[in-house]
């Protein structure tokens, strides 16, 4: 049989993906976290008296940890295959990813278990996120010059 | 290639699981399933290991014999180097010939089992294992990730299977069994498997027809690795239109492993693990209560690699079958 024949076979064959309801979830999902992550903010500057700017340094270092330890109990996989990219995309997806690959290798060793394979997933967004915030710092540099 | 053996008879069967297969449809038809997917062991890669060695003690104790009446082992499954398998060879202390074949190794260790046989062999143990956390970890993501999947994702079924052949007339006949040919349609979707599957289980079953000079109708079921719901309706599409054959008295294990409703296993089970656990239970015991007289297993696997599929490759699969028979 013909390529392209087949694979008109099998796109008659392959379910839509509900993208609409995928998203409204990922959309109320993560605008859940946003006000958590204001609510910390709150709770540090107000009842901490942390200044602002650490005050957020703190909420996502709470996000961090919480996001870790939930993934090491074992229950947050199913969470984020519930929510999808409502908790992948804030930092809690980037700390899930970190922890969920440390936990895979541990029993491989220190060095050659967890410390070569943690950022597996996440290392990615690591290296673009400084790629990207060089080229957008760049830019802003360029359009604050004229 | 279709090779006819004269004498070769499955003789006992054993299959060891995991805890998702045994609260799947068919949980009543396993020798042994665990509860956890540790077994006792330190890691998934050691558990699946023992899953192989639990499921050789089995079948030792339902034949009553023991290792040194057995002329070689043939196995395999999924872990890089058939780990797995070596691992638990390492124990038995007996000839092994470690096979790959993806998914469909259960099927290729019965035909070069059944070769062996018909070539003066008098015990052949074959047997196959697969792991969901181990295989997650080696192809996919962290196991702890557990991103979203599309629906025609499948799911590494757990467990381990074992089979001995001889020519003693007792148990279900191998007729005969056809070698597969690597097949790729360019599909490079690793979350659509039965896509990359179907059309090797097309060729391969197309090709028996032709060597034997059969119709689909010889058979009361044809039987299917592990193409899942969705890779079940493509191969029923693609044998009308290629070859105009229809599929009537058709099942895929992926399917009939789990229950697809309950359990969140999307398109359904996979693994070379997958076609043994429902066959060696379920079909055989149809078998035993002539329910079914003929039926063809058509193991599928995927030949996936996630260097050349990063490369942008597409992937290849390949499909063996045998034809199996109720002894007279």
């Not at chain 2, 260790?109 to 046989?117: K, R």
């Not at chain 2, 050349?308 to 063996?320: E, G, Y």
Request: charged share 20%; with cysteine; glycine share 8%.
């Amino acid at each position: 049989m013909e390529k392209n024949k087949y694979k008109d076979i099998v796109d008659e064959n392959t379910p839509k993906e509900n993208v609409f309801y995928d998203c409204l979830i990922a959309f109320i999902t993560g605008g859940i976290m946003g006000v958590i992550g204001q609510y910390l903010i709150e709770f540090y500057t107000v009842i901490l008296n942390v200044p602002t700017k650490s005050a957020a340094v703190c909420m996502l270092v709470t996000l961090i940890f919480i996001s870790c330890l939930f993934t090491s109990l074992g229950f947050f996989d199913k969470w984020v295959n519930f929510c999808k990219c409502g908790l992948i995309i804030p930092i809690t997806g980037f700390a899930h990813a970190t922890m969920s690959a440390a936990l895979d290798y541990k029993k491989e060793g220190l060095v050659t278990g967890i410390g070569a394979n943690m950022l597996k997933l996440s290392g990615t967004v690591i290296i673009f996120g400084v790629v990207s915030s060089w080229v957008f710092s760049m830019i802003r540099m360029v359009v604050g010059l004229i | 290639m279709t090779i006819k053996f004269d004498n070769v008879y499955i003789n006992q069967t054993s299959t060891v699981t995991g805890p998702y297969e045994a609260k799947g449809r068919l949980n009543k038809f396993f020798d042994k399933s665990y509860d956890d997917l540790y077994f006792g062991m330190k890691t998934f890669e050691q558990a699946e290991t023992k899953s192989i060695n639990d499921a050789i003690d089995i079948l030792f104790r339902k034949a009553n014999i023991n290792k040194f009446q057995i002329d070689a082992f043939i196995g395999g499954d999924l872990s890089n180097q058939i780990a797995a398998s070596n691992y638990a060879m390492e124990k038995i202390n007996t000839p092994f010939i470690g096979i790959y074949a993806a998914c469909s190794t259960s099927t290729l260790g019965l035909i070069l089992g059944a070769n062996l046989i018909n070539s003066g062999a008098d015990k052949i143990v074959t047997f196959t294992s697969s792991h969901n956390n181990a295989a997650e970890k080696q192809f996919r993501y962290p196991i702890e990730y557990g991103g979203p999947k599309p629906k025609t994702t499948t799911f590494t079924s757990t467990g381990a299977a074992a089979a001995l052949l001889s020519s003693k007339k007792e148990g279900i006949k191998i007729e005969s069994g056809t070698i597969g040919k690597v097949v790729n349609l360019d599909i490079k979707d690793v979350y659509n498997m039965g896509a990359v599957m179907a059309p090797a289980a097309a060729d391969t079953i197309y090709s028996h027809l032709q060597d034997t000079g059969r119709t689909i109708d010889y058979y009361d079921l044809v039987l299917t690795g592990d193409l899942g719901i969705y890779g079940m309706n493509i191969l029923k599409d693609f044998m009308l239109n290629s070859y105009a054959i229809e599929l009537n008295k058709y099942n895929d294990t992926g399917v009939m492993l789990y229950d697809r409703d309950k359990q969140p296993v999307y398109a359904g089970a996979s693994g070379p693990v997958c076609a043994p656990l429902v066959t060696y239970g379920y079909i055989f015991e149809q078998m035993k209560q002539k329910k079914l007289k003929k039926v063809l297993l058509v193991a599928t696997g995927a030949l996936m690699n996630t260097t050349m599929v990063n490369q942008k490759l597409t992937i290849p699969a390949i499909s063996h079958a045998i034809s199996l028979e109720v002894s007279k």
